[in-house]
C-alpha cells in the first residue's frame, strides 16, 4: 500500500502504525555538527552564512520531533492520518510539518492532504534531511523552494495496490499561498499551483534488477507587483541589460514564478549494499529582488516604499553518485549541482552599471563525502563542498570567492 508522504516519514510511520497496532508513532532526530570554511566570514548554503570573525563553528544543524497518529476503520483502511513536526535548535523552535490527510476507501485511489507540508515539486526538496546523504540541498533548491514547506491543499492520485504498471504512477497536485515558510503570512491573493506525475520505485528485469524512478514536476505561481516599477533581462543595443519597467500599469500585474522539472533515480543492487545515481534539470522564470533570487518571505520595502521585483530566466540540476563498500554500514558519495539565476548573461557581461548583482552569478558545486551507518539509530557523515562562482565584472567577483566548506556531523535518530 503507497503510504508515503511529501517528507519521505509517513511510510515509515504508517508501518510502524500497522506493525505494532497502534495509532501514534513519535519520532525524531537531532544532527549536531562541527565545520571549517576555507574563509572567515564567507557566505554558505551549508548551514547559514559564518559570523565575520570566524571560520569553524560547532552547530545544532536541525532537531525535530515529530508526532504521527493515523485512524484506522474496521476494515484496516486508512481514513485519516495526521503529523505535526517541530524543529528545534539554538537559534529557536519552528513549525516544520503540520497538516492532516483523509482517504477515501471505495476506489482507494484519492487522498487529500490540507495544512502546512512539503511541495510535490521534485526529488530532492521532498527528500527528508534525515535521508539524505549530503548534508544539505543543492543551491537551486534552497533558493527555489526555501525550507520546502508552504500551507495549502493537495490532492493526490495513486493506487494503494502495485501489481499493473498504471498502479505504479502517482500524480500530486495542490494549490498554495506560494511564499512558503520563509514569511510569516501570505501578502498577496495569488496562489500557486504545483504537480509531480511520477512512476514509484519499480523493479526493471532487463536491468538486472535495479530499481528505477521517474517524475516530472511543474510550478505555475508568481508575485503581484505592488510597485510600478520591475526589472527583467532585456536586449539593448546589441547587449543584455536589466532593464527598468516603471509604468503604472505594471500595478497589480504578475510577475511569473514558473519553473518546469524533470528527475529521475535508479538503483542497482550489489552482494553487499547499492549502486545509485540520481539526477534532476529544472529551468523557468523565478521573480525575486535586487539582491537575491530566493523568493521573499515578506514583499520587498526600502525606505518605507515597496521595493521593484526582479524576473529572470534560469536553470540548474543536480548529479548524485552513491556507492557502498562492501556492507550497507560503509557509503561514499560525490555531487555535483549548478544553478544559474540567470541564463541569458555570464561571465563579463556581468557588471554593476547594467543593473545587474551578485543575484545573477553562476554557482558549481562539487560535493564528495562519506556516511558511515553505525546502526539504525547513529550515522556519521563527512563531507566537503568544493563551490565556484563563475568569474564576472562585479565588484567582489571578478574571481572565484573563497567558501570551501567541510562538514563533520553526527545523526541521532529514534
Known amino acids: 500500500m503507497d503510504l508515503v508522504d511529501t517528507t519521505n516519514q509517513m511510510g515509515k510511520g504508517m508501518l510502524s502504525i500497522y506493525e505494532r497496532y497502534n ?8 544532527q549536531p555538527q562541527f565545520q571549517v570554511i576555507s574563509k572567515k566570514g564567507a557566505e554558505t548554503f551549508a548551514g547559514g552564512n559564518f559570523s565575520p570573525a570566524s571560520n569553524n563553528r560547532f552547530m545544532l544543524r536541525r532537531g525535530r520531533l515529530r508526532v504521527d497518529y493515523a485512524h484506522l476503520n474496521k476494515h484496516n483502511d486508512p481514513t485519516s492520518y495526521f503529523v505535526f513536526q517541530f524543529d528545534g535548535t539554538e537559534r529557536g523552535v519552528a513549525i516544520r510539518d503540520f497538516w492532516g490527510r483523509f482517504y477515501e476507501n471505495k476506489f482507494r485511489l484519492f487522498a487529500l492532504t490540507t495544512g502546512m507540508f512539503a511541495r510535490p515539486f521534485g526529488y530532492e526538496v521532498n527528500l527528508s534531511s534525515a535521508n539524505r546523504e549530503s548534508p544539505e540541498r543543492g543551491r537551486m533548491s534552497q533558493l527555489l523552494m526555501k525550507t520546502e514547506r508552504d500551507i495549502g491543499a493537495m490532492l493526490t492520485v495513486t493506487s494503494r495496490q502495485s501489481d499493473l504498471w498504471w498502479q505504479k504512477v502517482k500524480f500530486d497536485v495542490g494549490v498554495f499561498n506560494g511564499q512558503g515558510m520563509a514569511g510569516p503570512v501570505d501578502y498577496d491573493s495569488h496562489k500557486d499551483v504545483v504537480s509531480r506525475l511520477s512512476m514509484k520505485p519499480s523493479k526493471i528485469r532487463a536491468l538486472g534488477g535495479a530499481t528505477v524512478s521517474v517524475a516530472v514536476s511543474q510550478y505555475l505561481g508568481g508575485i503581484t507587483h505592488q510597485s ?4 527583467s533581462t532585456q ?19 504578475k510577475s511569473p514564478r514558473n519553473y518546469s522539472g524533470a528527475d529521475f533515480q535508479i538503483s542497482f543492487p550489489n552482494r553487499k549494499g547499492e549502486t545509485e545515481f540520481r539526477a534532476e534539470y529544472v529551468r523557468g522564470r523565478q521573480t525575486g529582488t535586487f539582491a537575491s533570487s530566493e523568493t521573499p518571505g515578506v514583499y ?17 540540476a543536480y548529479f548524485y553518485f552513491l556507492q557502498n563498500l562492501g556492507s550497507i554500514e560503509h557509503q561514499i558519495l560525490f555531487k555535483y549541482d549548478w ?19 551578485s543575484a ?6 562539487f560535493g564528495m563525502g562519506y556516511v558511515y551507518i553505525a546502526n539504525e539509530s547513529l550515522k556519521f557523515t563527512f563531507y566537503y563542498d568544493i563551490v565556484r562562482n563563475e568569474k564576472s565584472a562585479l565588484a567582489g567577483f571578478e574571481t572565484d570567492v573563497s567558501d570551501d566548506v567541510f562538514t563533520c556531523r553526527v545523526q541521532y535518530n529514534f
Do not use: H
Not at 495509532?23 to 537531532?30: L, N, P
Not at 539593448?236 to 519597467?245: A, P, Q, Y
Open 23 to 30: 495509532r501514534v508513532r513519535i519520532s525524531g532526530y537531532i
Open 228 to 231: 510600478p516599477v520591475f526589472y
Open 235 to 253: 536586449n539593448k543595443g546589441n547587449e543584455f541589460v536589466m532593464l527598468r519597467d516603471s509604468s503604472t500599469n505594471n500595478l497589480g500585474k
Open 300 to 316: 520587498p520595502v526600502t525606505n518605507g516604499a515597496k521595493s521593484p521585483l526582479y524576473t529572470r530566466n534560469f536553470d540548474g
Open 339 to 357: 544553478y544559474d539565476p540567470n541564463t541569458r548573461v555570464a561571465g563579463q557581461q556581468l557588471r554593476n552599471s547594467e543593473g545587474f548583482s
Open 360 to 365: 545573477d552569478l553562476r554557482y558549481d558545486t
